[in-house]
Structures are given as structure tokens and as C-alpha cells.
């Protein structure tokens, strides 16, 4: 069974950049039918989809923080990233690593795999 | 302030039947986006319950179910047990936004 693993510092400076990386294990990152991607759980914002990556490429990242955000997959190692710059205080939150359902166009994707999430504080 | 709208919680007593209501707009649900359901347990991710509208994967028992109408949508769990309190969010795209959206969560209590 396909398992998605999260990584990274549980802090993060103001003005610096967060580097997360998702480990996957017991599947391929290299299917056509699936994106990868981030989304984040804070208490004042609820779910928030950050951005997805297709292995061949293609990358769909939300339009606010599309500045900010690089999410990056590499097949060689099985896993992919997120970079987010400029951290603030207000992206305190779980950051969980998800996997997209790549099904007749964008209206029907859902995220059908989740990693256990990891906590990011920002904080000087 | 979320994209879709949800009641912060509902409760019901074992045995009973609950709806959740997720509140969209003509640039999702109106536009023919699907909507699906995700269950949230304490300190856990979010699991999906029901994707494209009122489909279940392996393991959701039939009691979950969900429909849609043009801007919105709706979460039904019939004989309600104790092990059903979490929390639930729907989700859907949004044309406007161009980004896949949630809504603010709804809290099951079972009575």
C-alpha cells in the first residue's frame, strides 16, 4: 500500500524558506495518473491546497502563494518537495504531503493518499 | 474565510440521521465541479469518504453517502454511531480561484 511520508524542520525563521520533502514508499512516483503535491492545515485558514507536480512535469500551484511556492518531483528517489520563501507567521501549520487523482480534467480530482502531516512553526 | 461553506458543527443522537450542507457558488459546484468528502480524526490527516459526488471507496460503509445540486452539497451518515465523530470537509475546484478548494470543516458530535 502507497505510503507518503513528510520531512523537515518544525521551524522556520520569518523571511526564510521552508524546504519540506515527501517520501514515497510501497508505489511508484512515476505514474501517469497522479500528481503530487502540499496541503496545509493552520487554525485560522483551515485546509489550503499549496500546489501539485506531475512526474512528466506539469505544475499547478495555488494562484496565493503562486510567488512563493516550488514544488518539485524526483522520480529518481521516489519522493518530491516543497520550497516555500518568505515564510511568515501566518504559515504556521501542518503541512501534509497528498496525492491528486489525475481523472478527466481538473472539476474531478481529489486527494486520495495523505501523509501524516508535520508541523511548521514560524518564529524568530 | 472558506470558498465553500460549512456549519462548524452538527450533532445527532446513535442511530439517527445526520446531513452536513457544503454551500458553493456558480464557479464550482455551479460550473460542474465534483465535490468530495474527507473525514479528519484528531492529531491525523484527512481521509477521503466519498469522491466524484457519491462514490465510496473500499471500506466506507454504505451508511455515507452524498448528493449535489447546482451550488450545493451534502454529507448523509444514517445510523449514526459513535466511531462516526470527526471532523468532515467537502471539496471542490473553483474556476474563479483556479486552485482546488476545501470548506471550513464540520464537527460530528454523536449524543
Known amino acids: 500500500q502507497l505510503q507518503l511520508q513528510e520531512s523537515g524542520p518544525g521551524l522556520v525563521k520569518p523571511s526564510e524558506t521552508l524546504s519540506l520533502i515527501c517520501n514515497v514508499s510501497g508505489g511508484s512516483i512515476s505514474k501517469v495518473s497522479y500528481y503530487w503535491g502540499w496541503v496545509r492545515q493552520s487554525p485560522g485558514k483551515g485546509l489550503e491546497w499549496i500546489g501539485s507536480?506531475?512526474?512528466?512535469?506539469?505544475?499547478y500551484t495555488n494562484p496565493s502563494l503562486k510567488s512563493r511556492v516550488t514544488v518539485s518531483v524526483d522520480a529518481s528517489r521516489n519522493r518530491f518537495s516543497l520550497q516555500l520563501t518568505s515564510m511568515t507567521a501566518a504559515d504556521t501549520a501542518v503541512y501534509y504531503c497528498a496525492r491528486l487523482f489525475d481523472w478527466a480534467g481538473p472539476f474531478y480530482w481529489y486527494f486520495d493518499i495523505w501523509g501524516r502531516g508535520t508541523l511548521v512553526t514560524v518564529s524568530s | 474565510q472558506s470558498v465553500l461553506t460549512q456549519p462548524p458543527s452538527v450533532s445527532g443522537a446513535p442511530g439517527h440521521r445526520i446531513t452536513i450542507p457544503c454551500s458553493g457558488s456558480s464557479s464550482n459546484f455551479g460550473a460542474g465541479s465534483d465535490v468530495h468528502w474527507y473525514r479528519q480524526l484528531p492529531g491525523m490527516a484527512p481521509k477521503v469518504i466519498i469522491f466524484r459526488t457519491n462514490e465510496r471507496p473500499s471500506g466506507v460503509p454504505d451508511r455515507f453517502s452524498a448528493s449535489k445540486s447546482e451550488t450545493s452539497a451534502f454529507l448523509a451518515i444514517t445510523g449514526l454511531q459513535s466511531d462516526d465523530e470527526g471532523d468532515y470537509y467537502c471539496?471542490?475546484?473553483?474556476?474563479?480561484?483556479?486552485?482546488?478548494?476545501f470548506g471550513g470543516g464540520t464537527k460530528l458530535t454523536v449524543l
Open positions: 471539496q471542490s475546484y473553483d474556476t474563479s480561484l483556479s486552485a482546488w478548494v
Open positions: 507536480k506531475h512526474f512528466g512535469g506539469s505544475t
